[in-house]
């Protein structure tokens, strides 16, 4: 499996990006999903999750009520569409993947995820 991420750039404190995960290899609805983030000189860490169905979500608590994970199985395509952005959200964002057999499973660490995209620069200006 492929994963590219896009979407990323440069934008304002309060403005929105939306970033999307193109899957490609094999059919999407087969992997749970994740975007985690890295910023310079922090560890990478999990931003939100959506499993296999689309109807089990989870966020890390910083961003909750400001960004959205989806899924559009038909376009094997995850977004992650970030409102309210502020400058502690600039990082590198990168999607994850894993096959999991449970529909509803969603991982939040990134050892639950074998498949990497390369990541895409989100920076937030204050």
């Known amino acids: 499996v492929q994963l590219q991420a896009s979407g990323g750039g440069l934008v304002q404190a309060g403005g929105s990006l939306r970033l999307s995960c193109s899957v490609s290899?094999?059919?999407?609805?087969?992997?749970?999903m994740g975007w985690f983030r890295q910023a310079p000189g922090k560890e990478r860490e999990f931003v939100a999750g959506?499993?296999?169905?689309?109807?089990?979500?989870n966020y890390q608590d910083s961003v909750k009520d400001r960004f959205t994970i989806s899924r559009d199985n038909t376009k094997s395509t995850v977004y992650l569409r970030m409102n309210s952005l502020k400058p502690e959200d600039t990082a590198v964002y990168s999607c994850?993947?894993?096959?999991?057999?449970?529909?509803?499973?969603?991982?939040?660490?990134?050892?639950?995820?074998?498949?990497w995209g390369q990541g895409t620069l989100v920076t937030v200006s204050s």
């Open positions: 994850a993947a894993d096959e999991w057999s449970g529909w509803l499973r969603v991982g939040v660490s990134p050892l639950d995820y074998r498949f």
């Open positions: 290899g094999r059919t999407v609805s087969a992997y749970g």
């Open positions: 959506i499993s296999r169905s689309g109807s089990v979500t």
